[in-house]
């Protein structure tokens, strides 16, 4: 760590692990659900807890950004935050209005739009939080040196905030509402947010694999590229049956069959970074979170995503568990794991210990994403049975619920292993302590230590 404000990210990590353990036993109490044994249900309804792990998910992704942004927009721009008070203020601000948004759930505060179920009025104080967010970030980035990785970034971050607002406009008629509803939820995971990913992968493989920064940020160049030139259009594969004009099957299908493109570039630069890199980077388990969020995005987001992107499969998978599925590794490989990788660098550069290459990191990186893979497959087995049953030999919604049950106890089994992965992570984590200043050191001094 250069710079003594790079330490907020710390609370921001903090609160994104602390978010994702809840987010997790609400996805038991879900399989559980799922199982016949849906016992909470009188607290926690299905659609009570599915809100919550959905929302849950978002808002430790988001968190998990910012404290990102706040790492390395100093380090890039090479001096210290705009306003460390300020991002104090906004840290606990953020943390409040996604504590009583969840809370608000479990009363019956929220909205029927999947993914956008906060009320509108605390969408205005997440609008505020976020304008925060931006000065502060937009502020240090502008008084110092600018760099590729570091604007890819920040745009990034600026979009996501801008294509939260369509979702924040009023429709009485369902059918518009849920057209503008995909500007946020689709333009966001398969556009801006993908603009983030290849920035912080781009930081942590400058970083991590010593190759030149102008080499990395010409990859990167071509991943914007390609995820604007397929991922907008790309939204069609929303339109295809919701009432709107039929030249969506066309568009749709043709763009977001291109999008797997932008996860598979990111796939081959982060691999060619690597056999190019120098290899000397102590910290491997980082390295390791860096490579394996660019393959597993491109399976989960990529290959899975293009699994029910045409037209004529989507018009038999639509809102089923297949949909669960690649949700499921999508998020998992790309954003989740991203933000693993990112504590993984930061953490022994924060807190001056250098814990990062041990036994318990490397078992939490193996549990965590084969229980992934698993719980995925569990997933598509029951998605592909729930199709065939429900859709095509008409049984109803709850006959099939109750034959698709006995994937739920795989579904257990390989989430009680992916959930011991995390635990492993959070109990590291939690053994780097707090950061200090007295970690304040360069990234040379830091490489030599090479210490175990
Ligand atoms: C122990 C771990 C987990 C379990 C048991 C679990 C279980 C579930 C279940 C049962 C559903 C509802 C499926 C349905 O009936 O529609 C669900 C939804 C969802 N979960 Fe998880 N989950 C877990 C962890 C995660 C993680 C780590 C992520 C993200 C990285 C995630 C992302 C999602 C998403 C995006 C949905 C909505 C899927 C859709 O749109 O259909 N879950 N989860
Ligand atoms: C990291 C990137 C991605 C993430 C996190 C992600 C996640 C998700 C989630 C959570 C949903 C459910 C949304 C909802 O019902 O509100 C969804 C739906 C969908 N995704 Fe993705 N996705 C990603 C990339 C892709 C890509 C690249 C493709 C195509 C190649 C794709 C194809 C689809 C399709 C067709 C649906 C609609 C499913 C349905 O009709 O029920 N996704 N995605
Ligand atoms: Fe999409």
Sequence with gaps: MKYKSQKIAYQFFLLAMLLFVLQIIYGFIMGFAHMGYDVLHDFIPFNTAVTTHKNLLVVWILAGFMGSAYYIIPDESGQELWSVPLAKLQFWSFAIVGVVAVAGFHVGWWEGRKFLEIPRPLDYLVAGNVILFLVIILMTLLKGKQTTTSWVLTMGL????????????????????????????????????????????????????????????????????????????????????????????????????????????????????????????????????????????????????????????????????????????????????????????????????????????????????IGMIAMTAAFAAAGVAQVYLERIAGYDFMTTAIEIQPHFFVLIVAATLFTTGIVLFIINFFKFGKPTDEALQTEEAFEALKTV
């Design 158 to 369: 600026v979009f996501a905030a801008l294509l939260y607002l369509p979702g924040m406009i009023y429709f009485d008629n369902i059918a518009v509402d849920s057209f503008f509803r995909w500007w946020v939820v689709h333009l966001w995971v398969e556009g801006v947010w993908e603009l983030i990913m290849g920035g912080i992968l781009a930081y942590l493989l400058i970083k991590l694999t010593g190759v030149d920064r102008e080499v990395i940020e010409k990859w990167l160049y071509v991943v914007v590229g390609l995820t604007f030139i397929s991922g907008i259009l790309g939204t069609g594969h929303h339109y295809y049956y919701t009432g709107g004009p039929s030249y969506w099957l066309m568009i749709g299908g043709i763009f977001s069959a291109l999008e797997p493109l932008a996860f598979l570039a990111m796939t081959i630069f982060a691999i060619q970074m690597y056999r190019k890199g120098n290899k000397k980077h102590p910290n491997k388990l980082a390295l390791y979170w860096t490579l394996s969020t660019a393959i597993v995005s491109f399976l989960g987001a990529g290959l899975l995503g293009l699994a029910h992107t045409l037209p004529g499969v989507n018009l038999y998978t639509h809102g089923t568990l297949v949909t669960a599925m690649h949700g499921h590794l999508a998020f998992w490989g790309a954003y989740a794991s991203l933000i693993l990788a990112i504590i993984s660098y930061s953490m022994p550069l924060m807190t001056g210990r250098n814990i990062f290459d041990n036994r318990i990191g490397h078992l939490a990186f193996w549990c965590s994403n």
